[in-house]
């Protein structure tokens, strides 16, 4: 079973080079689960069957039965736009069979994650001992840096494992936060926003007038909305963490890409401030899935919460100077050296290409609510901050949003669904591939 087969790999090998030469990406449709059952049927039993028959299988039922949120019309959700070199070097680290938990397993693979994750926290500001590892998502990493906030606070204020404490969030923030707080017995804080945006004021007054005996510890704040890509106000909630010795803590899964970019760089001021920041490269710095990053400004609290003690680990902690184990920095254990795509593709195409195709989006975002400005069918909701674009179009109800969508769908015009904001059913656009044009933009509108 573990013999080299020349023929299967060159299949795949075949398959796969026809994947990265598609240009551009087809979006393809949702699958109908008996027609998927149907080709599935079978294929799984005692005796094996030819691969090219396997691969026939997968290339022409189920990949065309996957909505591909790497084609440039794919403006739903937050889309991915893997480089090419990011997908390639994947199949490396697959190859590989990399166990990225420790230092003395996986040094070499480490030491090139850490470099990027060094740029990152040079984005962000955060001091030269940050450091962090990188994890499957950002719930992964929300989930790995609440723990740290619990816990280092518990420490601190003398409280039992059990005792009820309280981080504050907005009612803006990521599903993933409040999801974060229920699976570690935390209770959310949760104040309220003007205009979605969480500012230092807004917590701060929040927490003056709060009368119930259990210790808020912490605070999220987020960068980049996943909804309408709003940067809250990251400097007066980092002032008011301090001031109220909370954890501080920002989730960048999306937004926060645009460290990279000058014309947006100032609305991040006070991300610096940050105990924990999350991004998720494979949202808007061209990684495959998953990839985020998780970082600590001081990764030695993280260390307390998460190294797992076990004799058979014992050998993998020796507190050497170069030691340096992801399994330290978050809930896991096993993991894929997971930014090694991303330190690859950042490698070869440089960080200018980075900052250019953020930019791009950012430009083509701006052109988009240029167009729906000009069409006195639309509205805009609001003035793009990010890469989302929020509007309306006049006199539809939400079956006429929904219908559009599936039209734009089955077309292969565009995957573009409608999202709630106040109440109402609106359309919304998430910009992020670099080779999404304003000509895309305008041909989708046209069909409104």
Not at 124 to 147: Q, R, Y
Not at 363 to 389: C, G, H
Request: aromatic content about 8%; glycine content about 8%; proline content about 5%.
């Amino acid at each position: 079973m573990h013999t080299y087969d020349a023929h299967l790999a060159d299949l795949v090998f075949d398959y796969m080079r026809e994947r990265l030469q598609l240009d551009p990406v087809p979006l393809d449709h949702p699958g109908e689960r008996a027609k998927l059952e149907a080709a599935l049927s079978g294929l799984l039993g005692e005796q094996g069957h030819d691969p090219a028959q396997v691969l026939s299988v997968y290339a022409e039922q189920l990949a065309p039965a996957v909505i591909s949120c790497d084609s440039p019309r794919f403006l739903s959700f937050i889309p991915a736009a893997p480089t090419k070199a990011a997908l390639l070097f994947d199949m490396v680290v697959s190859c590989a069979s990399l166990q990225g938990i420790s230092w003395l397993e996986a040094a070499g693979a480490i030491a090139a994650e850490n470099q990027v994750l060094r740029l990152i926290a040079d984005l962000a500001g955060l001091p030269a001992g940050a450091g962090g590892c990188f994890v499957t998502g950002g719930s992964a990493g929300n989930l790995s840096a609440l723990v740290v906030a619990r816990d280092t606070a518990r420490l601190r204020l003398g409280l039992g494992a059990y005792d009820r404490v309280r981080i504050a969030v907005s009612d803006q923030a990521h599903s993933s936060v409040g999801n974060t707080l229920r699976i570690i017995g935390v209770e959310a804080f949760v104040v309220p926003t003007a205009d979605h945006r969480f500012t230092g004021a807004d917590l701060r007054a929040a927490l003056t007038h709060d009368t119930d005996d259990a210790p808020v510890i912490g605070v999220v704040a987020t960068a980049g909305t996943t909804n309408a890509g709003i940067v809250d106000d990251l400097a007066g909630l980092g002032e008011v963490a301090r001031d109220f010795d909370l954890w501080y803590h920002v989730d960048g899964a999306y937004g926060g890409a645009g460290l990279f970019a000058p014309s947006v760089r100032a609305k991040y001021a006070g991300i610096e401030l940050a105990d924990s920041f999350v991004i998720d490269p494979h949202k808007w710095l061209f990684a495959p899935f998953d990839c985020a990053a998780v970082l600590y400004r001081q990764p030695r609290l993280a260390k307390a919460v998460h190294t797992q003690d076990a004799s058979y680990l014992d050998v993998i902690h020796t507190d050497t100077p170069e030691e340096w184990n992801p399994t330290d920095y978050a809930y896991h254990l096993t993991r894929r050296a997971r930014g090694l795509p991303l330190w690859f593709s950042l490698a070869v195409h440089g960080t200018d290409a980075y900052r250019d195709a953020i930019e791009g989006a950012l430009s083509t975002a701006r052109q988009a609510a240029d167009l729906i400005r000009r069409n006195p069918d639309l509205e805009l909701v609001r003035e793009p901050e990010l890469s989302v674009v929020l509007f309306r179009r006049k006199g539809w109800e939400p079956a006429d949003y929904h219908a559009w969508s599936r039209r734009l769908l089955a077309g292969q015009v565009a995957f573009v669904t409608p999202t709630g904001w106040e109440g109402e059913t609106v359309a919304r656009f998430a910009f992020l591939h670099p080779e999404t044009t304003a000509a895309m933009v305008g041909e989708i509108l046209a069909t409104v």
